[in-house]
């Protein structure tokens, strides 16, 4: 199993900038992706950004060229960094890591606000 344990949300206005950091233990071997996903009231849970062991990336339309997911292999997190943030960006956002032979892991949510 891997446990994730998420930082970093809280309340920002419009234009500003927050970085989330997820941090993984337990058997992070089994790790081969890493992602954030973001639910907003009422909506489906969406993947945001996600980075592979060898770190390739991809996102979702509506963040590229504000967000940028990165890692720290020594420190077994991974960052979001989200610049620009705009009110539609309100959401819980989840970190999720995909595990070879183990179902997913998903930390508990931390919630970003974007509002003046």
């Known amino acids: 199993q891997v446990q994730l344990v998420e930082s970093g949300g809280g309340l920002v206005q419009p234009g500003g900038s927050l970085r989330l950091s997820c941090a993984a233990s337990g058997s992070i071997f089994a790790i081969f992706r890493m992602g954030w996903y973001r639910q907003a009231p009422g909506k489906q849970r969406d993947l945001v950004a996600d980075i592979t062991n060898d770190g390739r990336t991809s996102y979702a339309d509506s963040v590229k060229g504000r967000f940028t997911i990165s890692r720290d292999n020594a420190k077994n997190t991974v960052y979001l960094q989200m610049n620009s943030l705009k009110s539609e960006d309100t959401a819980v956002y989840y970190c999720?890591?995909?595990?070879?032979?183990?179902?997913?892991?998903w930390g508990q949510g931390t919630q970003v606000t974007v509002s003046s």
């Open positions: 999720r890591a995909n595990l070879r032979g183990q179902p997913d892991s």
